[in-house]
């Protein structure tokens, strides 16, 4: 066991990092395996979100999970299952907001005296230094 703290400190985090990634992929392959054994839309959904899931958590690179979500959808389509787009839910309509206003209560906003800021000048710019001619040698 290591003895200084930030070795200990690390290997704590190592054993739950590790539990987590654990579950993790866990959760991926019992999604795998019901969208293998029933495939649908829902299956292949569930399955596709913990791929993502993975991904975002940086368990799984993105080229890995877009290889499996392929094989997966390739899958589907031998399977014949009709893949249905996301159904987005109707936009709320924002509510009416009341119209009553409370104007005697509050009092007027007092007005900002306008700050005065020192106007800067523009700096000159300064033509590049020109180099000096080259010394003639004979040879």
């Not at 368990?59 to 249905?84: H, I």
Request: glycine share 2%; proline share 6%; no cysteine.
């Amino acid at each position: 066991m290591p003895i200084i703290k930030s070795a200990i400190k690390r290997v704590k985090q190592a054993t739950q990092r590790r539990e987590r990634n654990i579950g993790l992929k866990k959760n991926i392959k019992s999604a795998v395996k019901d969208f293998l054994a029933k495939p649908s839309a829902e299956t292949l959904a569930k399955a596709q979100s913990e791929i993502d899931t993975a991904v975002k958590k940086k368990l799984l690179k993105k080229t890995t999970a877009a290889r499996r979500k392929a094989s997966l959808a390739k899958v589907a389509k031998d399977a014949g299952v009709k893949l249905t787009a996301a159904k987005k839910a109707p936009a709320k309509k924002p509510a009416a907001k009341k119209t009553e206003v409370k104007s005697a209560d509050k009092k007027p906003a007092a007005k900002k005296t306008p700050t005065k800021t020192a106007a800067k000048k523009p700096a000159a710019k300064k033509a590049p230094a020109k180099k000096p001619a080259a010394k003639k040698t004979d040879k």
